[in-house]
Structure formats: C-alpha cells, structure tokens
C-alpha cells in the first residue's frame, strides 16, 4: 500500500498536468519550487484542495506549500519518479503521469493562462527566482551553523559569570570555529551557487567570490580604490558584489565558450574567464558594491534608530504580505550583508514578529471558533511549527483563507515589531530560523528585549483578532472558505 508521502506525490503530478508538464523541481524550508513547461495544464484550483496541500504561489515557479518535512519527501518522491536529482532538468521525453486534460479544455484555459504568465515575467520576478535559487540551498547551513555560534555565545556568557568551569573555555574555542567555517567563506559558496543559477561553471564562481576578500594581500600592500584613492578592504562589495561578479562572469564565459576553439577551449576560457572577471571585481565591482552596500545599511540602520516603535511597527506589519508573494527572498541577502558589516541583523527580529502575530490571531480563531473542527483541526497542525517560525502552514491554512484573521495577524507583527524597534539594539547573527528559534542567535544578551517583542505579537495578534478577526462563517463547523 502507497504511504501518504507517495499518494500525495501522484496527486500534484495528477494536478499540474503530469509528470511530462515538469521542468525541474526543487523544495525550500516549506515549499515545493515546480518549474512548470505549460501553466495552462496546471489545476491550480484542484492542488488547493488536495488534503496535504497547505497553499499554492503561482509566481515564477509554481510553489506548493506543504510545510516543513512533508515537502522534502514529497519532493524525493517526485524526483525519483523522473529520474533526476533535486534541481535537474526533467528528460523532455519522459512519459505523463496521468492523461493529457481533454482538448477542449486546455484550449479554453490557454489564452487566460498565457495573459498571466506574460504578467509574471517581470525583471524583478526573475531577479527574486535568481536570489531564491542561490540563497535557499544554504538556509540548513546557516540554521546550523547560527544555532551552533549561539550555544557558544551562551557558554561564553557562563564562562564568564562563572557558571562554567574555565576548562570549558576550548569547547567554545572549538564551536565557535565551527559555526565560523560558513560566515567567514559565504562569498565562496554564494559564487558557487550564483554561477549554477546563472549557467557558468560553479567553480569559477567560487574563484570569484574568493577574489573578494583579497587573499595574499597583506600590509603593507595595498590595492587602491580608483573612485576614492583609499585601500580597498578585504571582503568590499560582500554579497551584492558577488552576485553581480558572477552574473558577468556568466556572460563571459559564454561568450568565450562560443567564439574559441574546441581544441583550446578548456585552457583558455576559464584562464580568460577568471583574468577578465577578477579585474572587473576588483577594480570596478567592489568598490561601487561597497558603496552599494554601506548605503544600504546605513540607511536601514538610519530608518531603524529615527523610525523606532514607528518604524517597527511598519515593517512588522508588512512583512506577512511579502512572504506571501515570495518577495521576502529579496531581504537574504540584506540580511547577509548586515551580518558581514555589523556582526548581527536588526531587520531580522522585527520581520520576525510577523509569524508571531499570526500564532496569536491562531489562538484567537481557536479560542472564538472551538465549534468548527475542520478549523480547529488546521491549527492544532500549523500552530506548533508557527512558534519555531515556519508561517507559511499558518498562512496558507488559516489565517489567509479566512481574510479578515490574516489582516488582524499582521497587525499583531505589527505591535511585535513595534516594541522591537522601540527597544532597539536588537539584531541577529543569523538567519534560517525565526519565531522562538531565533532566541539563541539574539546578539548582545538582547533575547530578553526579543522575547517581549514575541508576546507582544502574540498577545496583540490574539487580542485584535479575537474582537475584530473572527468572521462568523468561521465560528461554525464546516471547510475554511475566503471571507467574502
């Protein structure tokens, strides 16, 4: 007999036209990430409604949220079943999974379907696929080694309180190396990552993200900024300027690859490649990325520090709506580059009260609705990964579908943020996890200050949703509908 994982499997493909409709596949913290050859062979509608399916995103790719550990065996599943690996072009003559939907049909749905995909190519759409595809292969990388710099920093704290014996002090020395390993050489393996996404050879990329931080050169050589006269630092430009390094870099070696010779093409096009790359890097990308970026955390600190309570309240508002449209994957690398300049990211703590208000209209809805058991039965599901940070189970199942508790819970993230921000000097040294999870990557001993921002979301989000939330479709048994 098929497990649930295999039944759940045959179903998506039942519903995005089969297994030959497939591109490529790949699933994030939460998410399948489908590559799609023709949409209007996509029942959106019939995967909505599929038991297992939390939510589905029709953006560059067809995301089908099923919530974290389902979506990665559902995606093993379903790889399998074509024959690739994760991420692999699926064979262009593999056979459908099901039958074709009768012609009729698919003519009638074409035209509609065609008008949005043209919608949703837009540059900046492309752009968020690129910085999704090279940032969310890295996410279990940075949960690990953040956890790992955090029980560190909590020890180190003992250590010095004395709470720990000082013969504690080389395990510290040695976990700190250990979440040390990814932070110190990201540009590395954002290159490598950036080069698969954008079709140039992984390794060259790697090369160029290490050129970033100027190996070699030590004082008293310097190589000189060419717009200021100053030396340029090591690691200048960080993320942003890798990203743009490697996306020239891709160009290049196209380039190359189509204009030299097969007989010298394996000597030459990587030589040229790196030669005419890492001048551009170093002479024109980093300093004008390192101009880039110090603006860009300079003013989000500026906004924070002036903005305050306003400013959090803000941002912790708006952040459910962005990740709900995938347009948080845009702050990855924002996050990342805070990290590198100041040690810790403000910005992530007060996003962070987003999930927090909605755990807190959750409970509202199961306090005011406790009558409707297909509700109820929905967040006693999506509650407890919603209080390690995971949303999207919680927005996709609840509080989205039910339209007046998705606004409420915003608000909720909203008041959450707004005591982060008043507080200030709140930040964290990394990204991944979110919700109670992040309270051990809460830098300066400021977790105390974090865990108020959390039951302020919670207790905001509840409040507001349970007097002015709860629509009265919901308060009795029956499927969980869109208010009208």
């Not at 060419?226 to 160009?251: M, T």
């Not at 807190?360 to 809805?365: E, M, P």
């Given at each position: 007999?098929?497990d649930?994982y295999?039944?759940?499997?045959?179903?998506?493909y039942g519903?995005i036209?089969?297994i030959?409709?497939?591109?490529?596949?790949?699933?994030?913290?939460?998410?399948?990430?489908i590559?799609?050859?023709?949409m209007s062979?996509?029942n959106v509608?019939g995967l909505?409604k599929?038991?297992?399916?939390?939510g589905?995103v029709?953006?560059?790719t067809?995301?089908?949220?099923?919530?974290p550990?389902i979506n990665?065996?559902?995606a093993?599943i379903?790889?399998?079943?074509?024959?690739v690996k994760?991420g692999e072009e699926?064979p262009?003559?593999?056979?459908?999974?099901?039958?074709?939907k009768e012609e009729v049909?698919?003519?009638?749905a074409?035209?509609?379907?065609?008008?949005?995909?043209?919608l949703?190519q837009?540059?900046w759409?492309i752009?968020?696929?690129h910085?999704?595809a090279?940032?969310v292969?890295?996410?279990?990388?940075?949960?690990?080694?953040?956890?790992i710099?955090?029980?560190?920093?909590?020890m180190?704290?003992?250590?010095?309180v004395k709470i720990?014996?000082a013969?504690w002090?080389l395990?510290?020395?040695v976990?700190?190396?250990m979440?040390?390993?990814?932070?110190a050489?990201?540009?590395?393996y954002?290159?490598?990552?950036?080069?698969?996404?954008?079709g140039?050879t992984?390794?060259?990329?790697g090369?160029i993200?290490?050129i970033?931080?100027?190996?070699?050169i030590v004082?008293?050589v310097t190589?000189?900024n060419i717009?200021?006269g100053?030396?340029?630092?090591a690691?200048q430009g960080?993320?942003?300027?890798v990203?743009?390094a490697?996306w020239?870099?891709s160009?290049?070696e196209?380039f190359l690859h189509?204009?030299?010779a097969?007989?010298v093409?394996?000597i030459?096009t990587p030589f040229?490649t790196?030669l005419?790359?890492g001048?551009l890097?170093?002479f024109?990308?980093?300093p004008?990325?390192g101009?880039?970026?110090?603006s860009?955390v300079g003013?989000?600190?500026?906004?924070?520090?002036?903005?305050?309570?306003?400013a959090g309240f803000?941002?912790?508002?708006?952040f459910?709506?962005?990740v709900?449209?995938g347009l948080h994957?845009?702050?990855?690398p924002?996050?990342l580059?805070?990290?590198?300049?100041?040690?810790n990211t403000p910005?992530?703590p007060?996003?962070?009260?987003?999930?927090?208000?909605?755990?807190g209209?959750?409970i509202a809805?199961?306090v005011?609705?406790?009558k409707?058991k297909?509700l109820?039965?929905?967040?006693?599901?999506?509650l407890?990964?919603g209080i390690l940070?995971?949303?999207?189970?919680l927005?996709y199942g609840v509080t989205l579908p039910?339209?007046?508790?998705?606004?409420?819970?915003?608000?909720?993230?909203?008041?959450?943020g707004?005591?982060v921000?008043g507080?200030?000097?709140?930040?964290a040294?990394?990204?991944?996890?979110?919700?109670?999870?992040l309270?051990?990557?809460?830098?300066?001993n400021?977790?105390w200050?974090?865990?108020?921002g959390l039951l302020?979301?919670y207790?905001?989000?509840f409040?507001?949703?349970?007097?002015?939330?709860?629509?009265?479709s919901?308060?009795?048994?029956?499927?969980?509908?869109?208010e009208?």
């Amino acid at each position: 007999m098929a497990d649930k994982y295999q039944i759940l499997s045959d179903q998506i493909y039942g519903e995005i036209g089969g297994i030959g409709n497939v591109q490529s596949l790949i699933h994030c913290m939460t998410r399948l990430r489908i590559h799609i050859k023709d949409m209007s062979k996509v029942n959106v509608e019939g995967l909505k409604k599929l038991d297992g399916v939390i939510g589905v995103v029709e953006a560059e790719t067809l995301e089908v949220v099923l919530g974290p550990g389902i979506n990665t065996k559902v995606a093993a599943i379903m790889n399998e079943e074509a024959g690739v690996k994760e991420g692999e072009e699926f064979p262009s003559n593999i056979s459908s999974y099901q039958a074709e939907k009768e012609e009729v049909a698919r003519k009638a749905a074409e035209v509609h379907a065609a008008r949005k995909a043209s919608l949703k190519q837009t540059w900046w759409r492309i752009a968020l696929q690129h910085i999704s595809a090279i940032f969310v292969p890295l996410i279990p990388a940075f949960v690990g080694a953040g956890l790992i710099s955090g029980v560190a920093g909590i020890m180190r704290n003992m250590l010095t309180v004395k709470i720990l014996p000082a013969s504690w002090n080389l395990g510290v020395t040695v976990l700190a190396m250990m979440s040390s390993a990814l932070f110190a050489y990201l540009n590395v393996y954002v290159g490598i990552n950036a080069a698969k996404e954008f079709g140039a050879t992984p390794g060259l990329g790697g090369i160029i993200g290490g050129i970033v931080y100027l190996p070699g050169i030590v004082a008293p050589v310097t190589i000189t900024n060419i717009f200021d006269g100053k030396p340029l630092a090591a690691g200048q430009g960080g993320i942003i300027g890798v990203l743009l390094a490697v996306w020239l870099l891709s160009y290049i070696e196209k380039f190359l690859h189509k204009h030299i010779a097969d007989s010298v093409d394996i000597i030459f096009t990587p030589f040229l490649t790196i030669l005419a790359t890492g001048l551009l890097t170093v002479f024109l990308i980093m300093p004008l990325a390192g101009a880039v970026s110090n603006s860009l955390v300079g003013a989000i600190n500026w906004v924070l520090n002036v903005g305050g309570a306003v400013a959090g309240f803000i941002l912790g508002s708006l952040f459910l709506p962005m990740v709900m449209l995938g347009l948080h994957q845009i702050l990855t690398p924002i996050h990342l580059e805070m990290i590198q300049k100041l040690g810790n990211t403000p910005l992530l703590p007060i996003l962070a009260m987003a999930g927090a208000g909605q755990v807190g209209a959750a409970i509202a809805l199961w306090v005011k609705c406790r009558k409707n058991k297909s509700l109820t039965r929905l967040i006693k599901g999506a509650l407890p990964v919603g209080i390690l940070g995971v949303g999207e189970p919680l927005i996709y199942g609840v509080t989205l579908p039910l339209g007046r508790p998705f606004i409420t819970a915003c608000i909720g993230g909203g008041i959450g943020g707004a005591v982060v921000g008043g507080i200030g000097k709140i930040g964290a040294i990394a990204i991944g996890p979110s919700g109670v999870a992040l309270i051990p990557l809460i830098a300066n001993n400021m977790w105390w200050g974090y865990v108020l921002g959390l039951l302020s979301a919670y207790v905001g989000g509840f409040l507001v949703t349970y007097f002015f939330g709860v629509p009265a479709s919901a308060m009795t048994d029956g499927e969980v509908t869109q208010e009208k």
